[in-house]
């Protein structure tokens, strides 16, 4: 049917003058109703167009591009790219059934709050350090190493526990590591300015855990997505958003 239309299309957009047979005619007809469809959505704008299906974006890519901004068609693409991602991996499709300038205005407000997580990770890793002090080849396994972790409390609580998440970053390799800690309790609550070291097994199956295996890496930590149990039972915590 698209190679059919397609064909009716370049015949009315050519012309045929008053030959035409009454096929050309009934594909000209057809091309037209398609054009009223679309039509209507010029009438309100694209940005009304609500999509349920990526290939909708493509059907619609000349108006989109005459009549959206670069800048927002940059935030169209960011949207529906992670919607497709979703829809791929999960099979979840609930971030279709938006129109473009639902899209838009979504994709803004995500940005914006990345933004402000962005702010407290960088204000929460100011409370809460950790910091690599060394590595040891793993004696528990037999591959792979023991990494030892640093966690120094600048609040003014006790902490009792953290689980989570922490981030490696090594000098010269552009990817960062995701360790899971798990749930580390101190055998001592960690008052204001006391630290305590935590051990983490680890592959070297990475660049960065690779070159630290090596002994020549520059490398730091820092928390992403992890929360911190204090004594009192009450709690603090950063999650990073994607």
């Known amino acids: 049917m698209k190679k059919f239309l397609l064909f009716g299309l370049v015949l009315a957009l050519v012309g045929c003058g008053q ?10 007809a057809e091309v037209a109703t398609n054009e009223v469809k679309k039509t ?6 694209i940005r009304t167009l609500i999509i349920n299906d990526i290939s909708e974006i493509n059907a619609n890519a000349e108006q989109i591009k005459a009549e959206i901004s670069a800048e927002d068609r940059a935030l169209i693409e960011e949207y529906f790219s992670r919607a497709e991602t ?6 979840d499709k609930s971030m279709f059934g938006v129109s473009l300038g639902e899209a838009i205005e979504k994709t803004k407000n995500h940005f914006e709050k990345k933004s402000a997580m962005d702010d ?7 409370i809460y350090k950790a910091e690599l002090v060394s590595f040891d080849k793993s004696t528990k396994y037999n591959d792979g190493m023991d990494l030892k972790i640093k966690f120094t409390n600048l ?3 006790v902490v009792s526990a953290i689980d989570g998440w922490v981030e490696l970053e090594v000098e010269g390799i552009e990817k960062s590591d995701s360790l899971h800690l798990g749930t580390h309790k101190f055998d001592k609550p960690l008052a204001k300015g006391e630290s305590a070291e935590i051990t983490r097994w680890t ?5 960065a855990t690779i070159k630290i295996e090596q002994g020549n890496a ?19 915590e950063v999650k990073q958003m994607y």
Do not use: C, H, P
């Open 86 to 91: 979703l829809r791929l991996v999960s099979g």
């Open 40 to 45: 209507a959505v010029k009438e309100t704008g």
């Open 218 to 236: 520059i490398a730091k930590m820092f928390f992403k997505d992890v929360t911190i149990l204090f004594d009192d039972g009450t709690t603090d």
């Open 155 to 157: 609040s003014d609580k």
């Open 203 to 207: 592959e070297a199956n990475s660049l």
């Open 19 to 28: 030959d035409e047979t009454k096929a050309v005619q009934e594909q000209k």
């Open 120 to 126: 407290k990770i960088i204000a929460f890793n100011e």
